[in-house]
């Protein structure tokens, strides 16, 4: 089965920062992965498709990059409603990584 | 509104059995492969099943294998998952996602419905 990692696990980080996030699958997935924002008690909510496409309504700060077993999440400039955790999944077996939480400096 | 309401949750005890119901709005709900997902507190998100658009292809995690069973009902616009053998590690809530038509993704989620197992 493809393992997802991600990293770091947590950052902390102040608004207008710049972050990005690693996903890194086991295997090759081609451009097979997305990215998903989750809020504390909230259901997550699709940012990023086919690892670089954007989905309709998220602000153009998100972007999503990579193929074949490296992967990046990209904030340009950190906004207070981004402070959540973000997963990515892989489209060959489904699978989630563990989770990046972007918490407050 | 595009919407997808999961309901069924609630305590039950280790060996027991519960059902899960997510009612689907707003969208050709038979148009569209469905899924569930599950996220133990404080945890992850871990996928657990996924049903193609007429309930013939069905995949599940190894988690959950021969103890769970997805199912829909295109003409009430509902996609079912029966869990037996409940387990304390199946404490979760239990979202239901749409599969998008076009990409890879799940494009529509579920509010959640949370699943407690114990005695």
């Known amino acids: 089965a493809i393992q997802l990692t991600q990293s770091p696990s947590s950052l902390s980080a102040s608004v207008g920062d710049r972050v990005t996030i690693a996903c890194r699958a086991s295997q090759g997935i081609s451009s097979s992965l997305a990215w998903y924002q989750q809020k504390p008690g909230k259901a997550p909510k699709l940012l990023i498709y086919d690892a670089s496409s954007l989905e309709s309504g998220v602000p153009s700060r998100f972007s999503g990059s990579g193929s074949g077993t490296d992967f990046t999440l990209t904030i340009s400039s950190l906004q207070p409603e981004d402070f959540a955790t973000y997963y990515c999944q892989q489209f060959i077996g489904l699978t989630f990584g563990p989770g990046t939480k972007v918490d407050i400096k | 509104e595009v919407q997808l309401v999961e309901s069924g949750g609630g305590l039950v005890q280790p060996g027991g059995s519960l059902k899960l119901s997510c009612a689907a709005s707003?969208?050709?709900?038979?148009?569209?492969?469905m899924n569930w997902v599950r996220q133990a507190p404080g945890k992850g998100l871990e996928w657990i099943s996924y049903?193609?658009?007429?309930?013939?292809?069905?995949y599940y995690a190894d988690s959950v294998k021969a103890r769970f069973t997805i199912s829909r009902d295109n003409a009430k616009n509902s996609l079912y998952l029966q869990m037996n053998s409940l387990r304390a590690e199946d404490t979760a809530v239990y979202y239901c996602?749409?599969?998008?038509?076009?990409?890879?993704?799940?494009?529509?989620w579920g509010q959640g419905t949370m699943v407690s197992v114990s005695s």
């Open positions: 707003g969208f050709t709900f038979s148009s569209y492969s």
């Open positions: 049903i193609d658009t007429s309930g013939t292809t069905i």
């Open positions: 996602a749409r599969d998008s038509v076009v990409v890879d993704a799940f494009d529509i």
